[in-house]
Each structure stands twice: as C-alpha cells, then as structure tokens.
C-alpha cells in the first residue's frame, strides 16, 4: 500500500501514529470485494466504542448494508430524493438507486439521542462522530479503504425508520468500505501551522 505523504521530513517511528497520517478516504469507484469480514467489523465497532462519552451514553450506532440489501437501499434512497424533488428525472433517479452498488459494503452510521439534564443532543453527535472516525480509522488501518459521505437522505424520517433509527436519533453518515485499488489517493495534508495557535490573556 503505498505511503502517504507527511507534514513532516520524516515519518514517526510509532505505527499507531504513522497510520492516523497515512489514513485518506478512498472514492467509492474504487472500492472493491473483499469487504471486511465479520470479525474485522467487531474490531472497527470496537474502536468506535472508544470515543469519548461524556455520561457513557454509546450513541453511535451502526447498520450493515451489502450484497443484495444494496439494491433495495438504492431503491429507497431513489424514493427519498423522488419525495424531496418530486421533478427529479428517471435518470438522475437512476443514479441516486446506483449509489449503494458503488462498493461492497455500505454502512449507514448515525447516533441515538436521549434527552438527558447534561449531555445535549449536540454533545451525544459529537460522541458518535468522534466514535464513526476511530470505525474509520481501524478499517483503514486493517487494509480497507472507506470515504464518509452525505446525502439529503440523512434527514428523511422514512430512511430513518427503515434502518431501525428513532425520529428523534440523527443519521450523520453513508460509510462506503471495500477494498482499495493498489493506487489508492493519498493526497498531501497541509501544514499544522495553519490550525494552531497558543493563546495569551489580554
């Protein structure tokens, strides 16, 4: 797998480290078979439940979808964009029912919310996504390849209640994993100069 490019002239010696700046998201096109087996998913599941979770709540939750299960979750997500743009073409609906087949496994990652005196709803998303990037970053460091992306389906009741999520929980995510084509992007990252700065009292 090739390296990818650091901030710095040298890469870390701790592996751990080189992994969180080597990881990049990877387009779905090129995202092949082999997805990840059971086993390396509970690892990634794992991961995730690592974030940190102020009041234990475990917010993130997350919902397999692969092998044929794709077609009919392109189906509903063509009926969502259909209810949400009713003048949507054939052919752009078309392309919303291809999505899901762009990779071996889709996963849709979102957070269950509870009301709760401390802890804001906000708080509880912070959690999950905090929780889907250590699920990322374990994937990615297995060998697999994922990109993390939105849809205006994300807010569609429907599609919630269709992957098991209450009205009141938040989707944040379709989860796009496979196995990456052996010139898998690993785009330069800038500088940390430019997102840190010390502050000084007045």
Known sequence: ??????????????????????????????????APDAAALSLAVSAAARAPDHGWLRPWRFVGIQGEARAAFGELLAQSLKAREPETTEARLDLERAKPLRAPLVVAAGAVLRAHSKIPAWEQEATASAGIMNFLNALDSMGFGCCWLSSGALQDPAIKAALGFAEADRLLGWIYVGTPEAERPRPERPAPDGFWRDWQPA
Not at 11 to 25: D, F, G, H, K
């Open 1 to 34: 797998m090739p390296e990818a490019p650091f901030p710095t002239s040298e890469a870390p010696p701790n592996p751990a480290l080189r992994a969180l700046l080597a990881r990049a998201s990877v387009p779905p096109r090129q995202l092949h078979d082999p």
